[in-house]
């Protein structure tokens, strides 16, 4: 099992989320995260004074896969999520030693 972390454009969140669906991926949980990578935030002129917002928002996708369903979920998540401009974001991608579904007690790729 893989746990597939996505850090996503926030106006790309509905088509990634309906993509991934169309694809066969259920469950992800998305939280609002705020960061910076090389595009090192942008400056901005609020009242007449200039000041830099150095942490932009982002959408953090979380999403737990078995093994085979790993590079159907990345390539989706790529090829929707993709701007081309920089900011796009990032997939980080760890093995996941258990999972337990608490409401059955079912483990592993059951669970997911």
């Known amino acids: 099992m893989k746990k597939i972390e996505a850090i ?3 106006f790309k969140l509905e088509e990634v989320k309906n993509a991934l669906t169309e694809a066969g991926i259920q469950g992800l949980t998305v939280s609002e995260v ?5 595009q090192r935030g ?14 932009l928002p982002k959408i953090k996708m979380d999403i ?6 790993c590079d159907k979920a990345i390539e989706t998540i790529v090829s929707v999520g993709k ?13 996941l030693e258990n ?9 592993g790729n059951e669970a997911i």
Not at 42 to 55: I, M, P
Not at 83 to 95: H, L, M
């Open 64 to 69: 737990v896969v078995s093994d085979e369903d």
């Open 8 to 10: 996503i454009r926030h």
């Open 42 to 55: 942008h400056k901005e002129v609020y009242r007449g004074a200039e000041y830099t917002v150095d942490f």
């Open 34 to 38: 705020r960061g910076f990578g090389r």
């Open 83 to 95: 701007t081309g401009q920089t900011g796009d974001g990032k997939i980080f991608v760890t093995n």
């Open 99 to 107: 999972v337990i579904r608490i409401r059955t007690g079912e483990t």
